[in-house]
């Protein structure tokens, strides 16, 4: 099993930037696709953003194609999302999640895919 940690998360001006982290602790992180993910107050958890086993496949949701950023640091067994231009629609709280895939290149959307899950950060972007 792998145990997730969120941080970075806070209060932004829109416009402003934050970068997110997932430390991964009981197993390597390179053994999982990983993603975020995003809920706001009275929505459904949303897909944000995913990386493949090996870093080589990423995929966005359309709403944060070009301004967030997903990297990985398998060696420090941490998952980042950089996110820039931030918007009040972006106002969510952000979970970090795995996916226990044996392919090195598979990115999902789909939440129920996932395995293991962080407890979530949250990010207020004000207008």
């Known amino acids: 099993q792998v145990q997730l940690i969120e941080s970075g998360g806070g209060l932004v001006q829109a416009g402003g930037s934050l970068r997110l982290s997932c430390a991964a602790s009981?197993?390597?992180?390179?053994?999982?696709?990983m993603a975020w993910f995003r809920q706001a107050p009275g929505k459904e958890r949303e897909f944000v953003a995913a990386?493949?086993?090996?870093?080589?496949?990423?995929f966005y949701a359309d709403s944060v194609q070009g301004r967030f950023t997903i990297s990985r640091d398998n060696p420090a067994n941490t998952v980042y999302l950089r996110m820039d231009s931030l918007k009040p629609e972006d106002t969510a709280v952000y979970y970090c999640?795995?996916?226990?895939?044996?392919?090195?290149?598979?990115?999902?959307?789909?939440?129920?895919?996932?395995?293991?899950w962080g407890q979530g950060t949250q990010v207020t972007v004000s207008s």
């Open positions: 009981g197993r390597t992180v390179s053994a999982y696709s």
């Open positions: 990386s493949s086993r090996n870093g080589g496949n990423t």
């Open positions: 999640a795995a996916d226990a895939t044996p392919s090195l290149w598979a990115v999902t959307t789909t939440t129920n895919v996932y395995d293991y």
